[in-house]
C-alpha cells in the first residue's frame, strides 16, 4: 500500500464498505447498538441542552454516578458530559498517533503485559532511524502530535531519549511531541521539555495508597508517581494523569479518590480505560473491568475537568466492538491510531485481545475516520493542544510543588 495526500480523509461510505475496519476485541459486552437510539449512527450527538444530571463537586453525587446503573441517569450524565465537550470543542475529535518503541520494562506491576516478570514475552526496541519512519508515515497521514510511549526501559537513558527528542524535533518543529516513558528525575523531564517534549503523559494508576499497594511490588511508590506528575506540571508539559476501571480489589471509593485527584492536579489529559487481564500476569485469571462504569468515569472525568483532553482508549475498542465511539459519546475527544511497524505490535501486549495488532498504520488512521464520521464527530489532525493553553518556552527548574 502506498502513502499519499488523499488518504488523509474518508467518508463514511468508506468505511461502512469495510475497506478500512480494524479487528474487534474479544469482549461481548456493550457492544450493540440494538434499543439505544442515542447511539445510532447518524443520530447527531447533543440535540438538545441537557440539564445537569449532578453537582460534580459533591463527593455525594460523584459517588452516586460512580455505581449508578439506571438508564436515564446514565443518559443524562452523558449527555452533560457531550455538552461540556462540545462548548469547548465542537463536534471535533482529535487524532494523535501512537509509537511504541520499546515493549521493555523494569517495573513489575502485576496487571501489566509487559512488566519485567512476563518472560514469555518477545522483546523489542525500535532503533532511531526506525522511530523517525514512524514520525515520517505518520506527518504523510496528516498527524501533527506523536506520542513515543515504551515501558519503563533503562536502555533509554536520558542521553538517548534526549537525542530521539532531538532528532524528532529538528525535522518536525511545528508537531506536539508527548512522551509517556514512565518515572523519570526531575532533571531528566527538565532535559526532555528543552530538548522538544511538550507533553507528558502518566497515569497514576490509582490515587489511593492502600489500593496501590494491591498492584504494585514493594518497591514502587504512588506518593514518587505523584511527585512525577506535579514535577511535569510544575516544569510546563501538559500533563495526562489517569487509571484504570476495574483493577482487582478497586472499590467505589477508590474511584472517588482517582476523581479528587484530578481535581487537585487539574491535568490538561486524562487517560481512563477498563482493566483487561493479560494471561501472564499475576492478575490474568481477574475479570475485566466494566465498560458501562468506564463510561461513567470518563463522563464525571469531563464534567469535573471540563476543557481536559481525555481518549477514548484502545482498550474501550478491545472490551467493546464500538467501545471507542461510546467513549466519545461519554465526553471523550481524542483518539490515538497506532503508528508502530506492524510487526511489532503484537509486542506490547499489555492485556490480552488487544485490537488494531494486525493493521497498517494507514488503515488505522482510516478506520478510526470512518467510525468517528460515522457517530457524527469531526476528525481533526491539528496539534490539538487543550483549550485555552499557552505553552511555556523554557523549563521552570528546580521548584518542587506539593
Ligand atoms: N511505562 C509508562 C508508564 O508507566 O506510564 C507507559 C507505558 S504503561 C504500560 C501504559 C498504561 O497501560 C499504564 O499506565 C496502564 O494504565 C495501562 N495498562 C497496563 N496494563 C493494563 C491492563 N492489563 N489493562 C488495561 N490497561 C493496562
Given at each position: 500500500?502506498?502513502?499519499?495526500?488523499?488518504?488523509r480523509?474518508?467518508t463514511?461510505?468508506?468505511n461502512?464498505?469495510?475497506?478500512?475496519?480494524?479487528?474487534?476485541?474479544?469482549?461481548?459486552?456493550?457492544?450493540s447498538?440494538?434499543?439505544?437510539?442515542?447511539?445510532?449512527?447518524?443520530n447527531?450527538?447533543?440535540?438538545?441542552?441537557?440539564?445537569?444530571?449532578?453537582?460534580?463537586?459533591?463527593?455525594?453525587a460523584?459517588?452516586?454516578?460512580?455505581?449508578?446503573?439506571?438508564p436515564?441517569?446514565?443518559?443524562?450524565?452523558f449527555?452533560?458530559?457531550?455538552?461540556?465537550?462540545?462548548?469547548?470543542y465542537?463536534?471535533?475529535?482529535?487524532?494523535?498517533?501512537?509509537?511504541?518503541?520499546?515493549?521493555?520494562?523494569?517495573n513489575?506491576?502485576?496487571y501489566?503485559?509487559?512488566?519485567?516478570g512476563?518472560?514469555r514475552?518477545?522483546?523489542?526496541?525500535l532503533?532511531?532511524?526506525?522511530?523517525?519512519?514512524?514520525?515520517?508515515?505518520g506527518d504523510?497521514?496528516?498527524?501533527r502530535?506523536f506520542?513515543?510511549?515504551s515501558?519503563?526501559d533503562?536502555?533509554?537513558?536520558?542521553?538517548r531519549?534526549?537525542?530521539?527528542?532531538?532528532?524528532?524535533?529538528?525535522?518536525?518543529?511545528?508537531?506536539?511531541?508527548?512522551l509517556?516513558?514512565g518515572?523519570?528525575?526531575?532533571?531528566g523531564?527538565?532535559?526532555?521539555f528543552?530538548?522538544?517534549?511538550n507533553?507528558?503523559l502518566?497515569r497514576?494508576?490509582?490515587?489511593?495508597?492502600?489500593?496501590?499497594?494491591?498492584?504494585?511490588?514493594?518497591?514502587?511508590?504512588?506518593?514518587?508517581?505523584?511527585?512525577?506528575?506535579?514535577?511535569l506540571?510544575?516544569?510546563?508539559?501538559q500533563?495526562?494523569?489517569g487509571?484504570m476501571?476495574?483493577?482487582?480489589?478497586?472499590?467505589?471509593?477508590?474511584?472517588l479518590?482517582?476523581?479528587?485527584?484530578?481535581?487537585?492536579?487539574e491535568?490538561?489529559?486524562?487517560?481512563?480505560?477498563?482493566?483487561?487481564?493479560?494471561?501472564?500476569?499475576?492478575?490474568?485469571n481477574?475479570?475485566?473491568?466494566s465498560?458501562e462504569q468506564?463510561?461513567?468515569?470518563?463522563?464525571?472525568?469531563r464534567l469535573?475537568?471540563p476543557?481536559?483532553?481525555?481518549?477514548?482508549?484502545?482498550?474501550?475498542?478491545?472490551?467493546s466492538p464500538?467501545?471507542?465511539e461510546?467513549?466519545?459519546?461519554?465526553?471523550?475527544?481524542?483518539?490515538?491510531?497506532?503508528?508502530?511497524?506492524?510487526?511489532?505490535?503484537?509486542?506490547y501486549?499489555?492485556?490480552?485481545h488487544?485490537?488494531?495488532?494486525g493493521?497498517?498504520?494507514?488503515?488505522?488512521r482510516?478506520?478510526?475516520?470512518?467510525r468517528?464520521?460515522?457517530?457524527?464527530?469531526e476528525?481533526?489532525?491539528?496539534?490539538?493542544?487543550?483549550?485555552?493553553?499557552?505553552?511555556?518556552?523554557?523549563?521552570?527548574?528546580g521548584?518542587?510543588?506539593q
Amino acid at each position: 500500500m502506498r502513502f499519499t495526500e488523499d488518504m488523509r480523509h474518508t467518508t463514511p461510505e468508506d468505511n461502512q464498505a469495510g475497506l478500512f475496519s480494524c479487528n474487534d476485541g474479544i469482549y461481548p459486552a456493550g457492544g450493540s447498538l440494538e434499543g439505544d437510539d442515542s447511539l445510532r449512527p447518524g443520530n447527531p450527538p447533543d440535540k438538545e441542552a441537557p440539564v445537569m444530571p449532578l453537582d460534580p463537586h459533591s463527593d455525594k453525587a460523584l459517588l452516586h454516578f460512580i455505581t449508578t446503573e439506571d438508564p436515564e441517569e446514565t443518559e443524562a450524565l452523558f449527555a452533560a458530559a457531550r455538552e461540556v465537550r462540545s462548548s469547548h470543542y465542537g463536534r471535533d475529535v482529535y487524532f494523535r498517533g501512537l509509537i511504541e518503541f520499546s515493549n521493555y520494562c523494569e517495573n513489575n506491576c502485576y496487571y501489566c503485559g509487559i512488566r519485567a516478570g512476563n518472560r514469555r514475552l518477545k522483546r523489542y526496541r525500535l532503533s532511531l532511524e526506525e522511530i523517525l519512519g514512524c514520525c515520517r508515515l505518520g506527518d504523510l497521514l496528516g498527524y501533527r502530535t506523536f506520542v513515543f510511549q515504551s515501558g519503563e526501559d533503562p536502555w533509554f537513558t536520558d542521553d538517548r531519549i534526549e537525542a530521539m527528542l532531538e532528532a524528532v524535533r529538528g525535522e518536525f518543529p511545528d508537531h506536539a511531541i508527548t512522551l509517556s516513558i514512565g518515572e523519570r528525575s526531575r532533571a531528566g523531564y527538565e532535559r526532555f521539555f528543552r530538548a522538544g517534549a511538550n507533553r507528558y503523559l502518566l497515569r497514576h494508576e490509582t490515587a489511593s495508597e492502600e489500593h496501590y499497594r494491591k498492584l504494585h511490588p514493594r518497591r514502587m511508590s504512588l506518593r514518587e508517581r505523584k511527585q512525577c506528575l506535579w514535577d511535569l506540571k510544575d516544569i510546563g508539559y501538559q500533563v495526562g494523569a489517569g487509571f484504570m476501571v476495574g483493577t482487582p480489589f478497586q472499590t467505589p471509593k477508590n474511584l472517588l479518590e482517582d476523581l479528587r485527584f484530578l481535581r487537585d492536579l487539574e491535568p490538561h489529559m486524562v487517560g481512563i480505560g477498563p482493566f483487561l487481564p493479560q494471561e501472564d500476569t499475576p492478575f490474568g485469571n481477574y475479570p475485566p473491568g466494566s465498560f458501562e462504569q468506564t463510561l461513567r468515569m470518563i463522563a464525571l472525568t469531563r464534567l469535573l475537568l471540563p476543557r481536559a483532553l481525555i481518549p477514548a482508549t484502545t482498550a474501550l475498542g478491545t472490551i467493546s466492538p464500538l467501545g471507542r465511539e461510546k467513549g466519545l459519546m461519554a465526553g471523550a475527544n481524542v483518539v490515538m491510531p497506532n503508528l508502530s511497524p506492524k510487526d511489532v505490535r503484537e509486542f506490547y501486549a499489555l492485556y490480552d485481545h488487544k485490537i488494531c495488532t494486525g493493521d497498517e498504520a494507514a488503515e488505522c488512521r482510516l478506520c478510526m475516520e470512518g467510525r468517528i464520521r460515522n457517530f457524527g464527530f469531526e476528525p481533526n489532525m491539528a496539534r490539538g493542544d487543550m483549550a485555552g493553553w499557552e505553552a511555556r518556552k523554557f523549563p521552570r527548574a528546580g521548584v518542587i510543588q506539593q
